[in-house]
């Protein structure tokens, strides 16, 4: 694809801006080549550094917990200027925040919560995702994955825990018992290590999973699009922007959103039987902007590019000792930005689990919970987007009908609008009740709270700094308070109390009240009690607590023993 070129037609000339300037890091020979035969065990690598291998690397080494991370190039992202993954949705924001570079990916990218949907040019739904959102980070901001990447990396390095080793090929595993055995080549020659746990985060395409033989239920859709990156001078609104069918498309589907450096990401529908390499030219990709945008404005391409997307879903996303996270477990249809962030999220649910049961302080059957609770959260998503494909290309007359009419419906009568579907947006999953989730789980959103002095805080950063678990007790008594940290120290337990009112005589430290807050975990009385995990999830909520009643839910919440993987 050209770059610093231009393309010609006899009506226009476009051009293109010159590529990003992506960093890169050096290969450094790991320790192993010195000592050729040695096979040296360590107890966490994660192979792919991507977005999910990336998030689960800068989680675990915020806990303090040391991992192997292994990736096959020595750069973020795509080389060239390719958008990949746009949409960051608040949970993953939260996660962020947590990680300590949400800072950073709010300076850079566009901050959006507003989106409209048309049929040819009638506005027929919009939507604000603000109204049910109590948390600091915003619903969305939009920005070029190799930029969340890169600030990913740099957290990484910062934090220091990580063996972060570019140019390492992993080329062969083998499942042990009570680990994997991985062999890797670099440009200074191969080696092999073990690893406690192998999380594979290679993508789409992951090759363990092809060698280890999983079946990932791979279908692939005919429906095709071009995706193209651009900049214009031509003033539009940073909200989400989606066409049923736009007439400037040949009646066909159409995303516009805006992301970092004044570049808009703009997704046309394709016919099925298109010629990708022939939608993709720079005359034909120009034309079809030129058509959008309207004669006399000055435009050029960042990068333009076919799209053809599949889905697939593992049957378990563990196998013994190897642990599947992001697109290697599962791949959705990419309408509502639920695959990037379901990949960030299934790291940050492991991530804990993973530094607990390193550190001695929960049994292996705490991973088990991880398969438990993602699986089921990446297969609402495959429904989800699956009905927004079947809505964005319909399959059958019928289907066409029934499009037609609810279009035609949506701008005036309110029921319709709901079935407007070019993408549910990404929002964090629940998990159904299983051994460790008795209650099922719902995530607890980023709240701003205030110390009882009047300082303020947030969820995020009472579950920064170690893994623990978060115990939200109302109005406490200093007796009951008193009891359960006794069973807390002499059973060890990851738990954190914080008392939320009350008389400030508790002992624990004190949030002010706040009614945002006890609507958000569940109304509770004086004398209740919430359990949030150290992945900002419920894990229980009971009326009254005791000590008895604090450790039974702990020791429910971290189960002991497997579930049956080796």
Request: glycine fraction near 10%.
């Amino acid at each position: 694809m050209p770059t610093d070129t231009e393309s010609n037609t006899a009506a226009e000339t476009y051009s293109f801006a010159p590529e990003y300037q992506l960093p890169s890091w050096p290969f450094v020979p790991p320790p192993e080549l010195e000592t050729p035969g040695a096979v040296k065990r360590h107890p966490i690598v994660i192979v792919g550094a991507g977005p999910a291998g990336l998030t689960l690397a800068c989680d675990l080494a915020s806990r303090g917990i040391e991992a192997v991370l292994l990736d096959e190039d020595d750069t973020v992202g795509v080389r060239g200027a390719s958008s990949r993954g746009i949409c960051y949705a608040q949970k993953s924001l939260e996660i962020f925040a947590r990680l300590g570079i949400y800072e950073r990916i709010a300076e850079k990218g566009i901050t959006w919560s507003f989106g409209r949907t048309f049929s040819g040019e009638e506005e027929v739904y919009n939507f604000n995702l603000k109204t049910d959102s109590l948390s600091v980070q915003p619903p969305f901001i939009n920005l070029q994955q190799f930029y969340v990447e890169w600030f990913l990396v740099d957290r990484i390095l910062e934090l220091g825990l990580t063996d972060l080793r570019w140019k390492n090929k992993v080329t062969r595993i083998e499942p042990m018992a009570e680990g994997v055995r991985v062999e890797v080549e670099t440009p200074a020659g191969r080696y092999t290590i073990e690893a406690g746990h192998l999380v594979d985060a290679t993508g789409a395409n992951s090759p363990i999973r092809t060698q280890l033989g999983i079946d990932a239920h791979a279908s692939r859709s005919t429906d095709r699009w071009c995706i193209s990156d651009v900049r214009f001078k031509k003033p539009l609104p940073t909200e989400r922007w989606t066409w049923v069918d736009a007439s400037f498309n040949e009646g066909r589907g159409v995303w516009q959103h805006l992301m970092a450096d004044g570049v808009w990401r703009i997704d046309y529908q394709m016919p099925e039987d298109c010629d990708t390499a022939h939608i993709s030219k720079p005359e034909v990709a120009g034309a079809r902007l030129r058509q959008q945008l309207g004669p006399g404005v000055e435009f050029e391409f960042v990068w333009i590019g076919p799209y053809g997307y599949r889905d697939h879903l593992l049957d378990d996303f563990r196998y013994g000792r190897v642990i599947f996270i992001g697109d290697s477990a599962h791949v959705v249809s990419p309408f509502g930005a639920r695959g990037g962030n379901s990949g960030i999220q299934d790291a940050a649910n492991l991530a804990w689990k993973l530094a607990l049961v390193s550190e001695g302080r929960a049994g292996e059957g705490l991973i088990d919970s991880y398969d438990a609770e993602r699986r089921p959260a990446a297969a609402q998503n495959l429904q989800v987007t699956s009905r927004s494909a079947r809505f964005l290309a319909p399959r059958s007359p019928a289907e066409h009908t029934m499009r037609r009419a609810v279009v035609a419906l949506a701008s005036r009568h309110a029921f319709a609008r709901g079935m407007v579907n070019t993408g549910r947006m990404s929002v964090a999953n629940d998990y159904p009740p299983g051994p460790a989730l008795p209650e099922g789980a719902r995530s607890v959103q980023n709240l701003p709270l205030c110390w009882q002095d009047g300082t303020p805080t947030d969820i995020a950063s009472l579950l920064r700094g170690g893994t623990s678990f978060l115990g939200f007790w109302f109005a406490p008594e200093r007796a009951e308070v008193d009891a359960v940290q006794s069973e807390i120290a002499a059973r060890r337990l990851p738990l954190r109390l914080v008392a939320v009112g009350g008389d400030g005589a508790s002992g624990l430290p004190t949030l002010q009240p706040d009614a945002a807050l006890a609507r958000h975990l569940g109304d509770l009385p004086a004398g209740g009690f919430c359990l949030v995990r150290p992945d900002a999830y419920r894990a229980a909520q009971r009326v009254r607590a005791n000590a008895a009643a604090v450790v039974a839910a702990m020791q429910t919440a971290l189960p002991a023993t497997s579930g049956g993987h080796p």
